[in-house]
Nanobody
Framework: QVQLVESGGGSVQAGGSLRLSCAAS????????IGWFRQAPVKEREGVAV????????YYAGSVKGRFTISRDNAKSTVYLLMNSLKSEDTAMYYC??????????????????WGQGTQVTVSS
């Protein structure tokens, strides 16, 4: 089992940037995927971006493509989410999660089995 800890959330004005970190402890295989998700109040959890640990293959949700960048530092067992040009609608709790499914690219939460506790991002307009 793996433990995931998110950090880096906070409050920022629209147009600003934040970088989230997801630190993993425990065994992470090169074929595993780490994804970022977000959930706003009264909304469903939404996949944002995902990266395969070994190959670095990446998929983004359309709503963040061009603004968010996911990356990994395997030596630090950490996955990052750089968020630029933030909008008020990006306000949510952000979670990272691990998938061992070949369908992780779909960014469906059901494909991910290990979750962190989340970090809050608030964007004010």
């Amino acid at each position: 089992q793996v433990q995931l800890v998110e950090s880096g959330g906070g409050s920022v004005q629209a147009g600003g940037s934040l970088r989230l970190s997801c630190a993993a402890s425990g065994y992470i295989a090169s074929s595993d995927w780490i994804g970022w998700f977000r959930q706003a109040p009264v909304k469903e959890r939404e996949g944002v971006a995902v990266i395969e640990i070994g190959s670095g293959v990446i998929y983004y949700a359309g709503s963040v493509k061009g603004r968010f960048t996911i990356s990994r530092d395997n030596a630090k067992s950490t996955v990052y989410l750089l968020m630029n040009s933030l909008k008020s609608e990006d306000t949510a709790m952000y979670y990272c999660a691990r998938s061992r499914s070949f369908r992780a690219w779909s960014l469906e939460p059901a494909e991910f089995g290990d979750w962190g506790q989340g970090t809050q991002v608030t964007v004010s307009s």
